[in-house]
Nanobody, 116 residues
Framework: QVQLVESGGGLVPPGGSLTLSCAAS????????VAWYRQAPGKQRELVAS???????NYADSVKGRFTISRDAAKNTLYLQMDSLKLEDTAVYYC??????????WGQGTQVNVSS
C-alpha cells in the first residue's frame, strides 16, 4: 500500500522561503503523475505543481517563477521549494501521486502560514 507523508510546513513571513517534502512508502514505481496541491480556507483545492511521466514540470500561474517541484526517485521523495512567499500562499499543501491502475494517493497535508 502506498502512503504519502508531507512535512516542512510552518509559519513564514512574506518574502520568505520554505521547502516541503513528501516521503513515499510502498510501491511508487513509475508514477503517472506526482504533484502538489493546496487548499486555502473557503477555496477549492487547486493544483500547484506537477511532474508528469515524461518529466515535464507544470506550475500554476500564481506560483510560476517562485516555486520549484522536484523528485528524488532514489529516496522516494517529492519536494516543493517555495520562494518569495505571499500571503495568498497560505494553505494546506497536499502531496499527490497517480499510479494508473494502482490508484491515486494523497498525503494528509501540511499547513503553510505566510504571515508577518
Amino acid at each position: 500500500q502506498v502512503q504519502l507523508v508531507e512535512s516542512g510546513g510552518g509559519l513564514v513571513p512574506p518574502g520568505g522561503s520554505l521547502t516541503l517534502s513528501c516521503a513515499a512508502s510502498g510501491n511508487i514505481f513509475r508514477p503517472y503523475t506526482v504533484a502538489w496541491y493546496r487548499q486555502a480556507p473557503g477555496k477549492q483545492r487547486e493544483l500547484v505543481a506537477s511532474i508528469v511521466s515524461d518529466g515535464r514540470r507544470n506550475y500554476a500561474d500564481s506560483v510560476k517563477g517562485r516555486f520549484t517541484i522536484s523528485r528524488d526517485a532514489a529516496k522516494n521523495t517529492l519536494y516543493l521549494q517555495m520562494d518569495s512567499l505571499k500571503l495568498e500562499d497560505t494553505a494546506v499543501y497536499y502531496c499527490y501521486a497517480a499510479l494508473g491502475v494502482r490508484g491515486t494517493y494523497w498525503g494528509q497535508g501540511t499547513q503553510v502560514n505566510v504571515s508577518s
